[in-house]
Nanobody, 115 residues
Framework: QVQLVESGGGLVQSGGSLRLSCVAS????????MGWYRQAPGKQRELVAA???????NYEDSVKGRFTISRDNAKNTVYLQMNSLKPEDTAVYYC?????????WGQGIQVTVSS
């Protein structure tokens, strides 16, 4: 049974930092591309950052230069380092794992940035 468990969210002031973690189990983690998505109230879920199984990363334009995605295959974990946070980054953040037709989501974690 595949599980993705996010942690590291919370409340932070504008300009602050948080690091999200997503620990995977029940899968061969190194073979999956991983992504972080977010969904703000009343908005559609959007891709924030993704990293391939080979370690190549891409970012949504609004987070480029502020967020960094990374993975540690030995720990079955993907991270999202978020710096210079803004109130508009407030959302529920979700971890996603993708490999061919296999897609798994975490339960989501709240990130709130106060102004």
């Amino acid at each position: 049974q595949v599980q993705l468990v996010e942690s590291g969210g919370g409340l932070v002031q504008s300009g602050g930092s948080l690091r999200l973690s997503c620990v995977a189990s029940g899968m061969i983690f190194s073979t999956y591309a991983m992504g972080w998505y977010r969904q703000a109230p009343g908005k559609q879920r959007e891709l924030v950052a993704a990293i391939t199984s080979g370690g190549s990363a891409n970012y949504e334009d609004s987070v480029k230069g502020r967020f960094t995605i990374s993975r540690d295959n030995a720990k079955n974990t993907v991270y999202l380092q978020m710096n210079s946070l803004k109130p508009e980054d407030t959302a529920v953040y979700y971890c996603k794992a993708i490999m061919l037709a296999y897609v798994y989501w975490g339960q989501g974690i709240q990130v709130t940035v106060s102004s």
